[in-house]
């Protein structure tokens, strides 16, 4: 089943940096953004991660929430969030990533003539009663902050 606006998110619960559970529905009555990203510390993702922070005024001032999800474990996720000073959570889905597939985010890539599976650069707007509001399929790392500001 691929996900569409106005689909109910599907609910999870995820470990974060510090190995504490977060669970979706919790941030029930807040928007969350949710950013599927392949590699903590890889160059798109660190230019995705650190455009949300350089915006985080901007999302904390609209009581808007922002979770990033990759595959990396919570050691790898507190590095990332120290190295650069990451004000939002990170969460760890294991492969095969049951969290990621079922937002679509995961799946068979191509990069230099190989196939693998792996994590999507997708990104979700979940509104205040945990619906889809906003999907980006074609994420320009750099700027995707920016771009659900501007559409919300």
Known sequence: MVLQVGDLA???????QDGCPV????FRGQKVVIYFYPKDDTPGCTKEACSFRDHWND???KNI?????SKDGSKSHLKFIKKYTLPFILLTDVEPCPIASSFGSYGLKKFM???YMGMMRHTFV??????????YKKVKADIMANQILSDL
């Open 10 to 16: 599907p609910d999870f619960t995820l470990p974060n």
């Open 23 to 26: 669970t979706l529905s919790s």
């Open 59 to 61: 999302f904390e001032a």
């Open 65 to 69: 929430v922002v979770i990033g999800i």
């Open 113 to 115: 003539g190989r196939e």
């Open 126 to 135: 979940i509104n205040e009663e945990g619906k889809i509001e906003l999907i």
